[in-house]
């Protein structure tokens, strides 16, 4: 399998943000993220071990979510986002080198719900029956109402009526509501999901038919790239381009297998408002009240300091919006969590001279050895055991100890439990950027990264 994991965090603003966008999120469940569930659904001696195809940025978010399943995927990241299209074509040219041509490839999104897994496993093994035979297999959705928010794949003849393969008469864009609601009465039309099947020989094959130009580049990035990262140069040149409008709409290789498995992309928060929730999922928390008279029809959400108010109906516009938000008043735009090699900080609060964070450290792993010259920091322990050094003096803190360390003293925090630590830290000073950092050891190899 073959997962792709991009977004930019936008499409579920404010809960989705660019350094933990959707596909890291237990959205429908409180466990699992939606990158784990698809990890999941493939996980079987069936398959290959999955390769990931993400952002760089987020290599270290999916690598660590993996590890927790107990899996060891293959990684390339990419410097750019750039669509479907080069990340696949670089999945393709990494198969082929590792497997050879011939192996197939089952192209995943990372973010999507698929609630009835038995249906969808039983596509996928009808599916590769016709990759091996080499066509490009796309799952198209059979759709139970007029969705505008999704592309719809027109199906032709049967291929085959047993697992209900057909010929594909032409891919559309999102429609508006009166072509949408045509498409559901004629009964021709489904959702295209994004997931496809096909061997890596016949994606390379085709993409020089249809995009010699974009697999030039694709391969120039992935023979320069560095260990797992492409090549930047490449990237850089290379259109944003879907595999879509790629290869799929000019390929006749093309065909469609209809599926009905409980799937739903999670694209808008009103998409989300219809998955089924875990019963976990639904925690008896309040986080913030919001008092509203007289208002129907909208969705809330109240995430940190960045609430949201949007009227049911204006979904789709919420990615444009996040954006706009972003470039115009990006001081203000919370940032839900910033992960580090050792775990990630969420920011709960800031003032005049003091921030308050929640800070999770992984089992085993340590911050730097590090000095701040503007700020002392005081920690609370929550869960897990602390080994804190403070100058040349070790100390274990345990749950609901504090302790603190003064401005300009060396200093290190180190989880040397098997569970994650968990502390609320309070930073107080003239200065509170995260470049007021001086490290003298870390484990990590950084040396300008922050913290």
Same mark, same amino acid.
């Given at each position: 399998?073959?997962?792709?994991?991009?977004?930019?965090?936008?499409?579920?603003?404010?809960?989705?943000?660019?350094?933990?966008?959707?596909?890291?999120?237990?959205?429908?469940?409180?466990?699992?993220?939606?990158?784990?569930?698809?990890?999941?659904?493939?996980?079987?001696?069936?398959?290959?071990?999955?390769?990931?195809?993400?952002?760089?940025?987020?290599?270290?978010?999916?690598?660590?979510?993996?590890?927790?399943?107990?899996?060891?995927?293959?990684?390339?990241?990419?410097?750019?986002?750039?669509?479907?299209?080069?990340?696949?074509?670089?999945?393709?040219?990494?198969?082929?080198?590792?497997?050879?041509?011939?192996?197939?490839?089952?192209?995943?999104?990372?973010?999507?719900?698929?609630?009835?897994?038995?249906?969808?496993?039983?596509?996928?093994?009808?599916?590769?029956?016709?990759?091996?035979?080499?066509?490009?297999?796309?799952?198209?959705?059979?759709?139970?109402?007029?969705?505008?928010?999704?592309?719809?794949?027109?199906?032709?003849?049967?291929?085959?009526?047993?697992?209900?393969?057909?010929?594909?008469?032409?891919?559309?864009?999102?429609?508006?509501?009166?072509?949408?609601?045509?498409?559901?009465?004629?009964?021709?039309? #489904?959702?295209?999901?994004?997931?496809?099947?096909?061997?890596?020989?016949? &994606?390379?094959?085709? @993409?020089? $038919? *249809? =995009?010699?130009?974009?697999?030039?580049?694709?391969?120039?990035?992935?023979?320069?790239?560095?260990?797992?990262?492409?090549?930047?140069?490449?990237?850089?040149?290379?259109?944003?381009?879907?595999?879509?409008?790629?290869?799929?709409?000019?390929?006749?290789?093309?065909?469609?297998?209809?599926?009905?498995?409980?799937?739903?992309?999670?694209?808008?928060?009103?998409?989300?408002?219809?998955?089924?929730?875990?019963?976990?999922?639904?925690?008896?928390?309040?986080?913030?009240?919001?008092?509203?008279?007289?208002?129907?029809?909208?969705?809330?959400?109240?995430?940190?300091?960045?609430? #949201?108010?949007?009227?049911?109906?204006?979904?789709?516009?919420?990615?444009? &919006?996040?954006?706009? @938000?972003? $470039? *115009? =008043?990006?001081?203000?735009?919370?940032?839900?969590?910033?992960?580090?090699?050792?775990?990630?900080?969420?920011?709960?609060?800031?003032?005049?001279?003091?921030?308050?964070?929640?800070?999770?450290?992984?089992?085993?792993?340590?911050?730097?050895?590090?000095?701040?010259?503007?700020?002392?920091?005081?920690?609370?322990?929550?869960?897990?055991?602390?080994?804190?050094?403070?100058?040349?003096?070790?100390?274990?803190?345990?749950?609901?100890?504090?302790?603190?360390?003064?401005?300009?003293?060396?200093?290190?925090?180190?989880?040397?439990?098997?569970?994650?630590?968990?502390?609320?830290?309070?930073?107080?000073?003239?200065?509170?950027?995260?470049?007021?950092?001086?490290?003298?050891?870390?484990?990590?190899?950084?040396?300008?990264?922050?913290?």
């Amino acid at each position: 399998p073959v997962i792709l994991s991009g977004g930019s965090g936008t499409r579920l603003w404010p809960l989705s943000q660019p350094n933990y966008p959707k596909p890291f999120l237990p959205l429908n469940s409180r466990e699992l993220s939606l990158i784990q569930q698809t990890a999941l659904r493939v996980r079987s001696s069936a398959f290959h071990p999955p390769l990931v195809v993400c952002k760089t940025e987020h290599g270290l978010l999916a690598a660590e979510q993996f590890s927790a399943l107990g899996m060891a995927p293959m990684f390339l990241l990419e410097p750019h986002a750039r669509n479907t299209a080069p990340a696949i074509t670089a999945a393709a040219l990494l198969i082929e080198e590792v497997y050879g041509a011939a192996i197939i490839m089952l192209v995943l999104p990372s973010d999507h719900v698929i609630t009835d897994v038995d249906a969808f496993q039983k596509a996928v093994a009808a599916a590769c029956a016709a990759a091996e035979k080499g066509d490009i297999v796309t799952f198209g959705i059979k759709p139970s109402y007029a969705e505008t928010g999704y592309g719809y794949i027109h199906k032709g003849s049967v291929c085959d009526k047993r697992s209900e393969l057909y010929s594909v008469k032409s891919f559309t864009e999102k429609p508006d509501v009166t072509r949408a609601k045509a498409y559901i009465s004629s009964g021709e039309y #489904l959702w295209n999901s994004g997931m496809c099947m096909v061997s890596a020989g016949t &994606f390379l094959s085709e @993409m020089q $038919k *249809h =995009h010699p130009l974009l697999l030039a580049q694709t391969k120039a990035a992935f023979h320069n790239r560095q260990d797992i990262v492409l090549g930047e140069e490449p990237y850089m040149e290379m259109q944003s381009i879907s595999v879509d409008y790629a290869l799929l709409e000019k390929s006749k290789k093309v065909v469609t297998l209809a599926l009905d498995c409980g799937w739903s992309d999670v694209g808008t928060w009103r998409a989300l408002a219809h998955v089924p929730l875990s019963p976990a999922r639904v925690e008896d928390k309040a986080i913030a009240t919001v008092n509203m008279l007289g208002i129907k029809n909208v969705i809330t959400d109240v995430m940190m300091d960045s609430p #949201l108010i949007m009227e049911e109906s204006r979904s789709l516009d919420l990615r444009q &919006f996040a954006k706009q @938000m972003r $470039k *115009h =008043h990006d001081d203000n735009i919370s940032t839900l969590r910033t992960e580090r090699p050792w775990g990630f900080y969420e920011q709960l609060h800031e003032g005049t001279c003091y921030k308050v964070k929640y800070i999770r450290v992984n089992p085993k792993a340590k911050l730097s050895l590090q000095q701040h010259r503007y700020r002392a920091e005081h920690w609370v322990v929550l869960k897990g055991q602390a080994r804190i050094i403070l100058e040349e003096q070790d100390y274990d803190v345990v749950p609901y100890q504090s302790f603190s360390v003064p401005a300009g003293k060396k200093h290190r925090l180190e989880n040397k439990g098997t569970t994650p630590l968990e502390i609320i830290e309070v930073q107080i000073g003239t200065y509170l950027g995260e470049d007021d950092i001086v490290r003298f050891d870390d484990a990590y190899d950084r040396c300008s990264e922050l913290r």
